[in-house]
């Protein structure tokens, strides 16, 4: 009989996360940074889609025509219930990825998006989906690809592979995958507690095996359970996706932009000095101990002018998507934390308070209007829009007429996802029709925007409401660490909550038109 899953955990779910990254609105602004001609994309594709949130988000969210596939059909079928909520259109399949691609009813693409995807399957699958994104990428198409890489894994391989064949040989027979998980990882610890050469040549592994400890489990089956994992090289992955004529464009980090979080003086005046720039990349790895790639890649690359590339970037609209009081000025590249200029940010957060969306050429003509931020250049501005836009402070904003199509898909999903927060917290995001894709909004919140759809209009009102719904599955609030038991404690908490949400959160989601 055949082996569906190909060696891919499937006794475990995955879990039911959004990644911001797949969102083909985030590939301009990177793009234009990088001086290159952004694609326009009509249609696209995810491959490896898990729960589906993403795709189904993504897909609500926009005018993009999506396709996608996940070999795991209990994922598959939650996905196409959500394009189905949505009336999207969204085209979700359960197939393996030689199946999928060789289904004649698929479109080419302007867009085709893995995130967790290549470092968990198998040569024989890596071989399938080049050949894929070889014959289905149009041309001037982007891929996004993540994937685990080298140098900042070395160390951990042989602790990987020792965590997956003790889960194989050792593992009790018939135990589910967390068991196995836990076995594996407690006898890790009893290895360390031994002092061998490895832990004392590597002192860095025994705190990642605490932080893999506290991760769910969901995520951790699947990150290092699974029969084939491989990290893989920068050159490697070069090597790999060359016979589909692709050309590395750029970080789908934008943090990655931005050297002087990342890089020594020295690490980038060698990087300068390296003509090729695949093996620039491949140095600057080493570089930050690079552990976690983001890429576009585009089949195509073709550069802008100096004044094709000034325009388009003035052009480009942002908001602001958190309160502006909550925006940190402290970012975290590979040279630690970091303290932004508030000569330069504070300005820049000011004009954006009012969580309108704006063109950066607005915001320059804004700032240069005020003498005291005359002085402030266009370069600044951008460096910020990038930090701001890495941090999720800042979101790329959609034509109105694209919003305007996308309300009502985002409307329908958004009152199913809200609905089922009643008895989950695990779908903690909703879809905005002016973004494009997902923002986090945890349980309470979605609860809270419910019960404000239905009628109820004061916060006292969503607290009771959001109460009522507790009470019947018996669940009770938790405050600094402690359970609150009465009916007027978790009232008053709950009060407290919506009170917060009213004044903080509501008016941003009231501009992503959300609420």
């Keep these: 009989m055949t082996d569906w899953t190909a060696g891919y955990v499937a006794d475990i779910g995955y879990t039911y996360g959004y990644y911001t990254e797949l969102n083909p609105l985030r590939v301009r602004l990177a793009f234009l940074n990088a001086g290159l001609v952004p694609p326009e994309v009509g249609s696209a594709c995810e491959l490896g889609f898990g729960q589906g949130m993403s795709a189904n988000l993504h897909a609500a969210a926009s005018v993009v025509q999506w396709s996608g596939t996940d070999f795991n059909p209990a994922q598959a079928a939650f996905a196409q219930e959500l394009a189905r909520v949505a009336e999207s259109g969204a085209q979700l399949f359960d197939e393996a990825f030689d199946q999928f691609g060789a289904r004649a009813d698929l479109p080419e693409f302007d867009y085709i998006g893995l995130h967790g995807i290549w470092s968990w399957i198998s040569d024989e699958n890596r071989a399938v989906i080049v050949d894929f994104i070889r014959r289905k990428l149009k041309v001037g198409g982007v891929l996004y690809i993540s994937y685990n890489t080298q140098p900042g894994w ?93 050309t590395w464009a750029c970080s789908a980090n934008y943090l990655d932009a931005i050297d002087a979080v990342n890089l020594t003086a020295e690490q980038q005046t060698l990087l300068a000095s390296i003509p090729d720039p695949m093996f620039r990349q491949t140095t600057r790895d080493f570089c930050v101990n690079q552990q976690f790639r983001k890429d576009y890649w585009v089949k195509g690359c073709r550069t802008l002018t100096a004044l094709e590339q000034a325009e388009a970037l003035r052009g480009q609209r942002i908001l602001l998507a958190q309160p502006r009081a909550d925006v940190g000025l402290k970012v975290t590249g590979s040279l630690g934390e970091a303290t932004l200029q508030e000569a330069v940010y504070g300005p820049i957060l ?106 109820h209009k004061h916060p006292q009102d969503w607290a009771n409401f959001v109460w009522n719904i507790l009470a019947l599955q018996n669940q009770r609030l938790v405050k600094d660490g402690k359970t609150l038991e009465t009916v007027e404690e978790n009232l008053a908490e709950l009060t407290a909550q919506a009170s917060e949400f009213a004044e903080k959160q509501l008016p941003i989601l009231k501009a992503l038109q959300i609420a």
Aim: net charge positive; charged share 20%.
């Design 154 to 246: 070395a160390a951990m391989v042989p602790m990987r592979d020792l965590l997956t064949e003790h889960a194989e040989v050792l593992g009790s027979d018939g135990a589910g995958i967390v068991s196995r998980i836990d076995a594996a990882l407690n006898f890790a610890d009893q290895l360390l507690a031994a002092n061998p050469a490895y832990a004392r040549a590597n002192p860095q592994i025994a705190e990642r095996i605490k932080a893999i400890k506290g991760q769910n489990r969901h995520y951790v089956a699947h990150e290092y359970f699974n029969r084939d994992w491989q990290p893989m090289a920068f050159a490697q992955m070069g090597r790999w996706l060359q016979s589909a004529k692709l």
């Design 350 to 455: 000011d004009q954006l308070a009012d969580h309108k969306p704006k063109t950066l050429g607005q915001l320059e003509q804004a700032l240069k209007a005020t003498p005291s931020t005359q002085s402030l250049s266009f370069a600044q501005i951008l460096q910020a829009a990038m930090v701001l836009s890495a941090t999720g402070a800042v979101q790329a904003v959609q034509d109105d007429a694209v919003v305007q199509k996308a309300k009502k898909r985002t409307d329908r999903l958004n009152v199913y996802l809200m609905t089922k927060a009643r008895s989950s917290n695990e779908l903690s995001y909703l879809a905005s029709p002016v973004t494009g894709g997902g923002v986090t909004v945890p349980r309470f919140q979605q609860l809270f925007l419910l019960a404000k759809q239905q009628g």
